[in-house]
């Protein structure tokens, strides 16, 4: 994870707060140095680049001080004095303390020094004094406060969540200047990733509250295996969750990612209403679904310990945006090599066999079955995602 030297007890400490942060994923361009930056992410005002957080001096953050790099997690300011973008998310870090901070700082000192300097960002992304008014109305600085009516492991889980892991940031829906919703917080959201050189793809975030559409059915341990492992009896990883599960989530402490699940669950219910499919749509996919589907996932979509995993009641299949589920149909889990998912089999990709109208009428089927509730998908939805 970056450093092969031993490390003191600060900044070791320090490498396990960054590997619960997910630092690396974002900071690490495909084939780039570790934590060299240049990682795009796309959004609806251009594409932003990660930064380089080696100590470099020249383009990386060999100059910053530990006041510097508190700024930036903390205020959203980088040294020098410059407004960051919440690509970057200090709206989830200002809750980190400052030891932790601290801690943090000390570890990214023992890193490599990377020459490397990301591609500039998008045009709109120059006027940085516009992050002040914006900053004004959306961001509200201040570190984690404990709720002493709750339990320490449900206080130490809501630390992670709302700090390091930044869990809201892919799971919020988002507003049109991209500041998440915190009426409809962790209800489900939408995130675009690069998969080639000028290929975006759109995934779709699960709910992870309490509802029947989010994580009602899911255990505590079903919630803390899945975040340890990436499989659990009632799912299993794809798309953005690989990197989370296998660059931060598998480091942490079994305490840590079950305090991680006792606060999730915790979550009251929140979902918009469900455009009810009708019976045509219902099973217009019934025979795309027995002939590719029901060998795996079975007839009642219940899945089997030997099969698949359920799609009755799934948060992925049921998801506002069928983005996750389109994509899984289309290019299978593509789980990394170090996630295992034990006896199931790997989805395999239906891109070169099922035509768009197949996908959405399989997608449907499955979305509008076995008491699930979700809004119709459309050829287009697939076509969109290819």
């Not at 796309?42 to 470099?56: L, M, R």
């Not at 943090?104 to 002040?132: D, E």
């Not at 699940?261 to 679904?289: D, F, I």
């Not at 090599?337 to 009428?361: C, H, N, S």
Request: aromatic content about 10%; some cysteine.
């Amino acid at each position: 994870m970056g450093s092969a030297v031993l490390l003191d007890p600060v900044a070791e400490r320090g490498k396990y707060l960054a590997s619960a942060g997910n630092c690396v994923s974002c900071h690490t361009r495909s084939r780039g140095a570790p934590f060299s930056g240049g990682v795009p992410f796309e959004t609806p005002f251009g594409t932003i680049y990660s930064s380089n957080i080696t100590p470099d001096r020249d383009t990386g953050i060999g100059k910053w001080t530990q006041d510097d790099l508190r700024r930036a997690m903390q205020q959203g300011i980088a040294a020098g004095g410059y407004y960051l973008f919440p690509a970057f998310p200090y709206t989830a870090f200002t809750k980190v303390t400052d030891q932790d901070v601290d801690a943090i700082y000390a570890y990214l000192r023992t890193l490599k020094p990377a020459r490397y300097r990301p591609p500039s960002n998008g045009s709109l992304f120059t006027l940085r004094w516009g992050m002040a008014v914006w900053n004004a109305l959306y961001f509200k600085p201040g570190r984690f406060r404990a709720d002493p009516t709750r339990p320490a492991e449900w206080n130490r889980g809501a630390y992670l969540v709302e700090g390091l892991a930044h869990c809201s940031a892919c799971h919020s829906p988002r507003n049109w200047a991209m500041a998440e919703e915190t009426d409809r917080a962790y209800s489900g959201g939408i995130m675009s990733h690069a998969v080639a050189p000028g290929k975006i793809r759109r995934w779709s975030a699960i709910n992870l509250t309490d509802t029947k559409r989010g994580l009602a059915s899911w255990s505590i341990d079903d919630v803390a295996k899945y975040l340890s492992t990436g499989v659990s009896r009632r799912a299993g990883t794809f798309g953005p969750m690989n990197d989370v599960i296998a660059n931060s989530l598998m480091y942490l402490k079994p305490e840590d990612v079950h305090a991680i699940a006792v606060y999730l669950k915790s979550l009251p219910p929140r979902e918009s209403p469900a455009t009810e499919l009708t019976a045509a749509q219902a099973h217009a996919g019934a025979a795309v679904y027995k002939a590719r589907c029901e060998k795996c996932h079975m007839a009642s979509g219940r899945g089997g310990i030997f099969n698949g995993p359920p799609l009755a009641g799934s948060a992925v299949t049921q998801a506002d945006d069928p983005a996750s589920l389109i994509n899984i149909v289309l290019y299978g889990a593509q789980t990394p090599q170090d996630i295992r998912l034990g006896v199931w089999e790997t989805m395999k990709p239906y891109f070169d066999v099922l035509t768009d109208a197949e996908i959405a009428d399989v997608a449907n089927y499955i979305r509008g079955s076995w008491e699930n509730h979700a809004p119709p998908v459309t050829p287009g939805d697939a076509s969109r995602q290819r």
